[in-house]
């Protein structure tokens, strides 16, 4: 599934690239998760200003409103010049002055959403109850997420996927963080010392701009990728490595279910 730091990769591969563009029509596929709540070919003609993200939407700003794009499970954005004719799984194509930009999602949980602006809806109620960005500066404020987790019984991991505190600590980013900070993924969120916290807010922010560093770094083959979905993962160091001995302690390492998604932790470290 795209997480935060895959969408924030597919933001840089054209935002710059699209800025300015004219929009020229647009050719629906399949139904999405949601509809696009408006007349399709009404953007013609608008101009492109500008590409933002917000939790794991893309925000491309036009004239007059706001598209909004989610790769849901398995989608994927390519932006070129020319593309071929749509395949089975590409259902939206906005072609502009300066090339299309086609949503390919063979599982069709992504979409492309309409909204006047980013505070109308329906962009209110998707974008409603996101956590503040990780990495935009001086949002995510270590003693905030501290008492924001005094409040919360859950265990850790489940309060930092719910992404109400913070958005786009995934799954796998989940277990690395709390794995780079020493925390047992299981402990309550409550019980955190404003010191573990801190730890855990410097681990959260160093694992995505990794991971969005390791994705900027393959940003040429990512933009130049014709349907290949272009999705990386940090070198996990306890992700799906169940059984295999900790990278620290030489410990094996042990994998939970907690509501329903697998955590993988050192249970030494
Ligand atoms: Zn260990």
Redesign the pocket.
Known sequence: MPELPEVEVTRRSFADRVRGARVLGVRLGKPLRWPLGRDAQGLTGRTVHDVRRRGKYLLLHLDDGVLLLHLGMSGSLNFQRELPPPGPHDHFDLLTTQGTLRLHDPRRFGAAVWAPAPDQQPALRLLAGLGVEPLEEGQFDAGEFHRQLKARRAPIKQVLLAGDVVVGVGNIYASEALFLAGIRPTVRASRLSRLRADRLHAAIREVLARAVERGGSTLRDFSSATGESGHFQLEAAVYGRAGQP??????P?KQIRQGQRSTFF????
């Open positions: 900790c990278v620290r302690c030489a410990t390492l050192c249970p030494v470290c």
